[in-house]
Nanobody
């Protein structure tokens, strides 16, 4: 059974930083696309970052320059470093993993250009940014 567990959410002030982490277990494929999504109140879920198993990372334009996705080599764990947070970043953040559809596909997914129902999802972690 595939499980994804996010951690690191919380409440911060505008301009502060947070680091989210996601640990994956039970996913046996060696090639994959991992991604971060978020869903703000009253809005649709959107992809904001991705990492392919070959190491290529992508971020959406809405968070480019502020958010960075990374992973731990050797294990399927994903991180999201969020800097200079804005009130508009308030959302539930989800990590997800999918089987490999190719690095270009994962790249476009992370940029928010592809809507995809991923193979497995985490339960989500709430990030609240206040002024």
């Amino acid at each position: 059974q595939v499980q994804l567990v996010e951690s690191g959410g919380g409440s911060v002030q505008v301009g502060e930083s947070l680091r989210l982490s996601c640990e994956v277990s039970g996913f046996t494929y060696s090639r994959y696309c991992m991604a971060w999504f978020r869903q703000a109140p009253g809005k649709e879920r959107e992809a904001i970052a991705s990492i392919h198993s070959d190491g290529v990372t992508s971020v959406a334009e809405s968070v480019k320059g502020r958010f960075t996705a990374s992973r731990d080599l050797g294990k399927k764990s994903l991180h999201l470093e969020m800097n200079n947070l804005e009130r508009e970043d308030t959302a539930v953040y989800y990590c997800a993993i999918d089987t490999d559809r190719g690095s270009p596909y994962c790249h476009e997914l992370g940029r928010g250009h592809i809507r995809n129902d991923m193979y497995a999802w985490g339960q989500g972690t709430l990030v609240t940014v206040s002024s």
